[in-house]
């Protein structure tokens, strides 16, 4: 089963995209922890912000999608967005935790974080469409 939610890139709609995918986790029974749940609601915020904020500019006249897909082992996020912007996700690199906390530089872990939650994390551009495809197995109960 699909669940669709679409935003314009407005910081104001990250709290509807988090309570839209919290609310399907809840009415799917993903089985899933409160805690896990909380983790795949912060790792798809952490996505969609990035995008919002630094793709497009938090411009009202665009917007992206996230797609909640109910497959049987896993669940399936996808947050797509039409851009220019490529993504390469196999160019990322893990910032050194230690040159964060002693130059005391904010931000630059959210994408750590995504992929410490999830399972799989995958960034597929074609037709000017970024899709981040987020997944996170169901029969698995502790985090990687």
């Not at 699909?2 to 709290?15: G, I, P, Q």
């Not at 799989?120 to 981040?132: D, F, G, L, Q, R």
Request: glycine fraction near 2%; charged fraction near 25%.
């Amino acid at each position: 089963m699909l669940h669709l939610y679409k935003a314009s890139c407005t910081r104001d709609n990250l709290k509807l995209i988090r309570q839209f995918v919290q609310a399907v986790l809840h009415d799917f029974k993903f089985q899933f922890s409160e805690i896990e749940i909380n983790q795949l609601i912060l790792a798809v915020d952490e996505v969609c912000s990035n995008l919002i904020i630094y793709s497009h500019q938090c411009n009202p006249a665009e917007s992206i999608e996230v797609r909640i897909h109910d497959l049987n082992e896993k669940v399936l996020f996808e947050i797509i967005d039409r851009s220019t912007d490529q993504f390469n996700i196999k160019d990322y690199q893990e910032p050194d935790l230690q040159n964060i906390i002693s130059e005391r530089r904010k931000g630059g872990l959210g994408l750590m974080l995504v992929n410490r939650i999830m399972d799989s994390v995958e960034v597929i551009y074609s037709n000017k469409e970024n899709t981040w495809q987020l997944s996170k197995n169901k029969s698995k109960k502790s985090n990687k």
